[in-house]
């Protein structure tokens, strides 16, 4: 009887894991840049003491749904949307180099290129990117170098600065983070490439499909009263079995 009971229990736990990341899903669908994290069970044996005759339902987050997300279009030119594949590199908050298509960027009180989050944007070096201050425009040219103009100089004057670091890493080499950013799985940054172009003036909206994330959500809801319904016949067939025995 604990056979059916350990399926049904370890199946409505992992289930709820996979509302949450469902529930996650939806809740970013208006975040900038989000990519949808998927999820799919798996059955494992239970190894321990004697022979691994239990199985037990886990829920696994195998990676992200990449796909692009659709370009709007703001006017504002520190927005900023990746064409196609690659990645702004920006400093996490624990100063590693990671890797996010959150392109709603910011100049700080400091002169430091930063997301409307508070993380420095890096530069082909990997150094965070100074401006100087104070200025009059600054422009994101599409392979990512900055064009600036400082107050007080000609319409015609100003210079190229640095160039914001974009990656183009095969997405089987990186995963996403606790804080929502992604990282090269080995720990290392990922070397700068030209190959990547951005669109100013525009932000990339998240790939999340709503329709779809409250269709999973009503499915996985009921599964969870399938597996509760489960553990109640375990319980019940559990007290009749044991009546039997007193009656023996």
Known sequence: MDHLLYIAMSGAKENMHSVALRANNLANANTTGFRADLEQARAMQAFGEGLPSRVFAMTERPGQNFAAGPIQTTGRELDVAVAGDGWLAVEAADGSEAYTRFGNLQVSV???LQTSTGLNVLDDGGNPIALPLPLEKLEINKDGTLFARLEGEPADGGAELQRIKTVLPAHDQIEKGADGLFRRKDGEAEPASAQVQLIAGALEGSNVNPISE?????DLQRRFE?????MNHAEENDKAHAQLLRIG
Do not use: D, V
């Open 110 to 112: 400091e002169g430091l």
């Open 226 to 230: 399938t597996q509760l319904k489960m």
């Open 214 to 218: 409250m269709t999973h959500l009503i």
